[in-house]
């Protein structure tokens, strides 16, 4: 009972929706071979998402991913173009309240214990 609960919580539906898709396309395929050439390309998506998701779930050092499989990805992928809409749209990266990004960054590589 506790696996369903976690299977259908908020933070695992898009893991649970891709493997839920990825067994309907693998049912539909078995039942209709003619389908098969139509079914390849969404089988391979939703496929891939089950596998990403499955591992992300098994990996030890990301806890966002660990905990919001499939998608924790969009955080990462925000961080990673977060500079280049500031510089095109907003302020400065010398301009944020309370502490600069550049400095935010820094605190964060000093508590990973990464070089400056």
Do not use: W
Not at 7 to 22: E, I, Y
């Amino acid at each position: 009972m506790d696996f369903v609960k976690t299977a259908l919580s908020m933070r695992m539906l898009p893991l649970t929706l891709s493997a839920l898709m990825t067994l309907v396309i693998l049912i539909e395929m078995f039942v209709a071979p003619r389908t098969v050439s139509l079914l390849v390309l969404p089988l391979l998506l939703f496929g891939g998402l089950t596998a990403l998701g499955f591992r992300d779930i098994t990996q030890t050092k990301r806890a966002i991913l660990r905990n919001y499989p499939i998608s924790g990805h969009a955080r990462y992928i925000m961080e990673e173009i977060r500079p280049k809409i500031r510089q095109y749209f907003f302020e400065g990266e010398k301009d944020g309240r309370p502490f600069p990004r550049d400095k935010r960054s820094l605190v964060y590589q000093r508590a990973k214990v990464q070089l400056d």
